[in-house]
């Protein structure tokens, strides 16, 4: 795998930090397993939807957390944990599903949001939206036809 130095990037370029910080972060996380699998689909012009594999998580071992346009999504198996005591002992013949915590990291665009999760037959699906403030939108500007009249200079009467 090849490894990419961003340092020359920061030292001739002012303000691109972000971008930088975002090449690396790409660069880390295609390291990474594949696990768990997940889609990401436009829904709309401005319209997402992120679909995560989680078979055999239940809602309460599920967790979505957003911060500074960070999206992570983290589960963790009680059963894992080893505390119910009460369970009977399982023997597998054949274990083919993965019952492994994970942590998904999703770097969200400026201005997008998470407006709801849903979890049903194993799909964790995250729809989001690009919800840009009223000041950046696009406006049409009126332009004006009368002619204005300068201060002090009134016409005269005949």
Known sequence: ????????LYR?????DRLANLLESAARTSQENGWPPYNIETTGE???RIEIAVAGFKPD???IEVKENLLTVTGRKTANDGADTTAPERNFLH?????????RRFQLADYVVVKTADLSNGLLSIELA???PEAL???RIEIGGGSKLIEG???KAA
Do not use: H
């Open 153 to 155: 200079k009134k016409a």
């Open 12 to 16: 001739s370029a002012v303000g691109f």
């Open 137 to 139: 939108k696009p406006r």
């Open 46 to 48: 401005n319209a997402y």
């Open 1 to 8: 795998m090849r490894t990419y130095d961003f340092s020359p």
């Open 95 to 103: 274990r083919g599903l993965a019952e492994r915590d994970f942590e």
């Open 61 to 63: 071992e599920l967790n």
């Open 130 to 132: 690009r919800e840009l």
